[in-house]
């Protein structure tokens, strides 16, 4: 497995390194600007996003069936993958919080509690996502990623035209929901995980 | 027998090729490749260029060599055993046995044989009588 | 003595096409060559070899074990190329050697430099900048590397010109010197086939033609050449298959049994294949 992640986390030489580039500007212009919101969902999705691309090269060169002629399982392919996408999660946790730091500097805890939303809806996205590409591939599971990624919007949106009512929902509420977020995510995770091998398990390659 | 053994180990330490000894296959001959392989190595150790003792190519090393199958050059090995020209030591390798001149003119016998059955076969099918065939080795004979 | 690889009634169904009943041997120590037209499911039997993909029924065994859920061992000693090269497009040679180092508890360096010197293979350029010759020769010097047993090759050489696929050639051979490593190789180059393998199993339309020692087909067969005429007085069974051309005609007969001065020649892998296709066909 950790000669899987290896191979991943070498993608990043090469044309990635454009997007190193590009979060180094905005971290600059961030810095100046006193202003980390926009660097943190910059370098939160690219977080994400890199599994999908990594998950596009594989399928690109056909890797998982040479993979498995290796002393490598299925299982193994499938969390490796979720394993990368914690590390990079990780990666863009760190980051964001030397900039909520260094645009605000005073309580470490204070930038933690505004950076951990992100980590946490990076790793949402990343439970959500991998089991449909593993389903469908990177070519197919294209639309079905984008429909992910805006349906927590959507549902948000048409919620809120419909006039339910979310009088229950007090601050409170939320307030005392909110720590169990990362259990929750936690539990996602590994709900994903199960899930995606299954799905691995049965695929023919 | 233990002289023997050093002047082998001494053959193969020196490199996979140093075989002095040439063996030519062709394809296109109707003879199967084994037993070319067979009356190359017989007319090798007959003619003395191969003395007793000394050691054969691995049967793996022939066949990647010559570019030809390890099962033909196995069969090729296990004839030449069969018929007392070579013997195999297990994890040694193969070896010229001991020259049996008993031995050799049987196998010149054999191959006279062959050959006169050879002619026989050809004078029947263009129609050649015995006295005519007797004839034309009578002058062969001379000739020499 | 357990075989290196041994199919035995293996069946696979896709809508169109069905492998049926697939057996072969291919005892430890020799080459066997896959031989069989596209579509004939050569590519479908090396996929069930490595589980890629699931079998109907039969059972396949690699170095003995089952080929269902391969122990980690097994794998380890199992060295597979498949038809193209399925490295990612940004691995150099000094990635790919990481990379595998990490995978294969046997991975030898070592051999791995040494094949990749003597293959010339560029140090600093990535897989996406290969050329076809080049990924082949990275994915044949990764197989090779790790101490295999049994190498597996899907049309390795195909695609590659005659000086490179002698090189290869000589590299397996010398791959095959021990005596407990084997080969199982499919590939349309028969020419490839004709120099080293000691086995040939002919696959049509998923099934199989003729699994038996190579040479068994230059002992048995051969093509004779004659006239048309000559050709109907010949006793069909002795006939696989037969091609007429404006000059004359050849058969691929059973020499053996056939009397008579008639011009025949010797038979090779791809006669074998062609004539008796062609024979399919009418």
């Known amino acids: 497995m950790i000669g899987l992640l290896k191979k991943d986390v070498m993608s990043f030489s090469g044309q990635t390194k454009i997007y190193l580039l590009v979060i180094l500007l905005y971290g600059v212009f961030s810095f100046f600007s006193k202003d980390a919101s926009m660097f943190s969902v910059l370098v939160s999705l690219f977080g994400a996003m890199y599994v999908v691309t990594a998950m596009a090269y594989d399928e690109k060169s056909g890797w998982n069936k040479y993979a498995l002629t290796m002393p490598v399982s299925r299982d193994d392919i499938v969390i490796a993958k979720y394993l990368l996408g914690a590390l990079f999660t990780a990666c863009a946790f760190i980051l964001n919080i030397v900039m909520a730091f260094a645009v605000a500097p005073g309580n470490l805890l204070e930038s933690i509690y505004q950076v951990l939303p992100f980590a946490g809806i990076a790793l949402f996205y990343i439970a959500v996502v991998l089991p449909i590409l593993f389903k469908l591939g990177v070519e197919k599971g294209r639309m079905m990623m984008l429909v992910a990624f805006f349906a927590p919007t959507i549902l948000f949106l048409f919620i809120k035209e419909s006039g339910i009512n979310l009088d229950w929902l007090t601050e409170d509420l939320l307030n005392r929901i909110i720590p169990f977020t990362p259990v929750f995510i936690v539990l996602l995770l590994i709900g994903s995980a199960w899930l995606s091998c299954r799905i691995f398990r049965k695929k023919e390659l | 027998m233990t002289i023997l053994y050093i002047l082998n180990i001494y053959n193969i330490t020196l490199g996979g090729a140093l075989f002095f000894m040439n063996i030519l296959i062709s394809n296109s001959s109707g003879q199967p490749i084994y037993e070319q392989i067979v009356s190359q190595i017989k007319s090798m150790i007959l003619t003395g260029e191969l003395k007793a003792g000394d050691a054969l190519p691995s049967m793996r090393l022939l066949a990647k060599e010559l570019r030809i199958s390890v099962i033909t050059t196995k069969r090729a090995y296990e004839e030449l055993e069969r018929e007392g020209f070579i013997f195999s030591v297990t994890g040694k390798g193969s070896f010229v046995a001991e020259k049996n001149t008993e031995f050799v003119k049987e196998e010149n016998l054999r191959q006279m044989e062959e050959a006169m059955q050879k002619a026989v076969e050809l004078a029947n099918l263009c129609g050649v009588s015995l006295s005519e065939l007797t004839e034309t080795l009578r002058l062969i004979y001379k000739g020499e | ?282």
């Open chain 3, 1 to 282: 003595m357990e075989h290196a690889l041994e199919f035995r009634e293996v069946t696979k169904q896709y809508t169109g096409f069905t492998l049926d009943r697939v057996s072969l041997q291919l005892p430890k120590g020799c080459i066997m060559g896959l031989i069989g037209e596209n579509g004939a499911g050569k590519s479908t039997m090396i996929k069930l070899i490595m589980d890629l993909i699931r079998k109907d029924g039969g059972a396949i065994t690699v170095l003995g074990q089952d080929s269902v859920n391969l122990p980690r061992q097994t794998k380890e000693a199992v060295g597979v190329v498949m038809d193209e090269c399925c490295f990612p497009e940004y691995v150099n040679l000094q990635s790919a050697n990481k990379i595998m180092k990490s995978i294969y508890r046997m991975w030898d360096e070592t051999k791995f430099q040494e094949l990749v010197q003597r293959f010339s293979l560029p140090e600093k350029k990535t897989v996406k900048e290969y050329s076809r010759g080049m990924k082949m020769k990275l994915s044949i010097a990764v197989a090779l590397s790790h101490r295999p047993q049994l190498l597996v090759l899907d049309e390795a050489t195909s695609g590659l010109d005659p000086v490179v696929r002698n090189e290869i050639l000589d590299v397996f051979l010398d791959f095959i010197q021990d005596e407990t490593h084997s080969i199982f190789m499919s590939s349309h180059i028969l020419s490839d086939l004709e120099k080293a393998c000691d086995y040939i199993t002919f696959l049509h339309q998923g099934k199989v033609i003729f699994s038996d020692e190579k040479d068994r087909i230059t002992e048995q067969y051969g093509v004779l050449k004659c006239s048309e005429k000559e050709l109907e007085s010949i006793d069909p069974s002795l006939i696989v298959g037969k091609r007429k051309n404006a000059f004359g005609a050849e058969a691929l007969v059973l020499k053996s049994k056939l009397r008579g001065g008639y011009l025949i020649d010797n038979a090779t892998v791809e006669d074998m294949m062609l004539f008796y296709i062609k024979e399919k066909e009418q």
